[in-house]
Nanobody, 113 residues
Framework: QVRLRESGGGLVQPGGSLRLSCVASISIFSFNHMGWYRQAPGKERELVATITSGEINYADSVKGRFTISRESARNTMSLQMNSLKPEDTAVYYC????????WGQGTQVTVSS
């Protein structure tokens, strides 16, 4: 059974940083597509950053502030989030295999003073 588990969320002040991690129960390179998505209260889940066939894509709202990466030795995908804004507040989900693939349980990120 494939499992994805996120960690690293929390409460941070505007301008601060957080690093999210997603550990997979299988090799992360088993997935052609992996990514981070987020869902704020009352809004639909949206793409944050993805890696598809080695190509990286970011939502316009996070370009220049967030960095997605993978570490095969630890079967881990990470999201480094800098210069956080209140509008980044959401539950962040790790995904492997696209929207019909596998999802983690989510980790809450709250940006507030």
């Amino acid at each position: 059974q494939v499992r994805l588990r996120e960690s690293g969320g929390g409460l941070v002040q505007p301008g601060g940083s957080l690093r999210l991690s997603c550990v997979a129960s299988i090799s992360i390179f088993s997935f052609n597509h992996m990514g981070w998505y987020r869902q704020a209260p009352g809004k639909e889940r949206e793409l944050v950053a993805t890696i598809t066939s080695g190509e990286i894509n970011y939502a316009d709202s996070v370009k220049g502030r967030f960095t997605i990466s993978r570490e095969s030795a630890r079967n881990t995908m990470s999201l480094q989030m800098n210069s956080l804004k209140p509008e980044d507040t959401a539950v962040y989900y790790c995904n492997g295999g696209g929207r019909d693939g596998y999802w983690g349980q989510g980790t809450q990120v709250t940006v507030s003073s």
